[in-house]
């Protein structure tokens, strides 16, 4: 259904509470940690990715974090290191706040296991950074599926195939438009005539699992194409229910990009977006009222409304939210509009002062409330009413249809 990036911001602040003493001795950097530069500063603040080669885990940070890890050479302990970043940034650091830090950077493979904590190693699971609205199972690798795939990619990625992508998807947001009686995201409903055909009804979520398969295939080789290294793809129940396909893409923070990085969150849906079109430009060719027109419609539904709901850009962290977020270069992208939200309802209080905001960022926060809300909630009222009234006349016809002998 989605791809799912980290929140590298919100990486180890999202893990259970790590239960570890204070170490006695001194941090030393694990091998195979790099960091650069994230987008553009925020309030003439450089933001930076720090990256683990070996856990393959991400943290966002400041210049505070990155001079706090160039650092841990293993001769400083917690209050030689305090002094030393103190003096580097002019203002004292707190050896709580450098401890919390350190913690962080230990459950995300970034410090050396035995030289900071009690001594054990502490693997970061990854799966509880994601919102586990489901059950996962783990990422298994998929450099070799991938390697013989972009082998022969001239087949695959080349002007004509390019051309008849962009018609596919042209083709796909004209029909949202031009959805026919029957049709939209209730249509496998509304194509149920209580007949023998209802029964091919029941083949359609079949072929949607290969199309879930091929949208998650579309990001991985968008990410590999930008210049990044999927991790594979894994499995699982959305909402403990819905069978559904992954991939992990977080190493897309490492394409410097950001039109690049939205791109690779876009492919998956561009995948539903062409099969929508597809589907549609068939229906439209074939008889209308027979059974071919009848599967083609009921099936339209399924790309139409993975679609939507990976586009939404607010209810899951799905591909929407990742699009806007890279955009707008804010990986924290709803968690700072929630807390604007409510800061405005919190003036005047007890509470803490609001953070400081310049006119651009709140715009483009309410904008981003304004349309998030209004997608999710448009999304599930059609849904509900559409879904209501199409069982009511379902039921309506079956027990007022009479039988005679």
């Not at 035995?114 to 996962?136: C, F, N, P, Q, T």
């Not at 998650?216 to 930008?226: S, T």
């Not at 999927?230 to 923070?253: A, H, M, N, Q, R």
């Not at 006119?359 to 999304?379: D, N």
Request: aromatic letters at 10%; one cysteine or more.
């Amino acid at each position: 259904m989605s791809s799912m990036p980290l929140d590298p911001a919100a990486a180890g602040t999202t893990l259970e509470t790590l239960q570890t003493e204070a170490a006695s001795g001194a941090p030393a950097l694990a091998g195979g940690v790099s960091w650069h530069v994230f987008g553009a500063p925020i309030d003439g603040r450089l933001r930076y990715v720090v990256k683990s080669a070996i856990s393959g885990n991400y943290l966002m940070t400041s210049a505070l974090g990155v001079d706090i890890l160039a650092s841990l050479d293993g001769n400083r302990d917690l209050d030689a290191l305090c002094q030393h970043v103190s003096a580097l940034h002019g203002k004292p650091v707190p050896a709580a706040r450098l401890s919390q830090f350190l913690d962080t950077c230990l459950v995300n493979g970034m410090i050396q296991v035995d030289s900071w904590g009690d001594g054990k190693e502490i693997v970061a699971d990854a799966g509880a950074r994601r919102e586990r609205l489901g059950i996962y199972s783990k990422v298994h690798n998929a450099d070799a599926l991938l390697d013989m795939i972009l082998e022969y990619r001239r087949w695959w990625l080349n002007p004509v195939t390019k051309a008849a992508a962009a018609v596919l998807c042209l083709l796909g947001l004209a029909n949202i438009f031009l959805i026919p009686p029957g049709g939209g995201l209730i249509a496998p409903l509304k194509q149920m005539d209580m007949s023998y055909t209802d029964v091919f009804l029941l083949a359609l979520p079949m072929v949607f699992v290969i199309e879930l398969a091929l949208h998650e295939l579309g990001h991985a080789l968008a990410c590999r194409l930008m210049g990044a290294r999927p991790k594979g793809f894994g499995v699982g129940l959305l909402f403990g229910v819905l069978p559904i396909v992954f991939t992990e893409t977080t190493d897309s923070y490492t394409i410097p990009s950001r039109t690049k990085r939205a791109f690779v969150s876009f492919a998956g849906p561009m995948v539903n977006l062409m099969s929508f079109g597809l589907v549609m430009s068939l229906y439209w060719s074939v008889a209308p009222g027979g059974l071919a027109a009848k599967l083609l419609l009921a099936y339209s539904a399924l790309p139409l409304a993975s679609f939507l709901v990976s586009m939404n850009p607010f209810y899951l962290r799905m591909d929407g939210y990742w699009i806007l977020a890279d955009w707008l270069e804010r990986p924290n992208l709803r968690r700072d509009a929630m807390r604007y939200l409510k800061s405005m309802f919190t003036r005047g209080s007890a509470r803490p002062a609001p953070v400081q905001r310049d006119r651009r960022e709140k715009l483009t926060l309410s904008l981003y409330l304004l349309v998030a809300v209004g997608w999710t909630v448009t999304f599930i009222s059609y849904v509900t009413v559409e879904g209501l009234r199409t069982m009511y006349s379902i039921m309506q016809s079956f027990f007022t249809q009479s039988v005679y002998f």
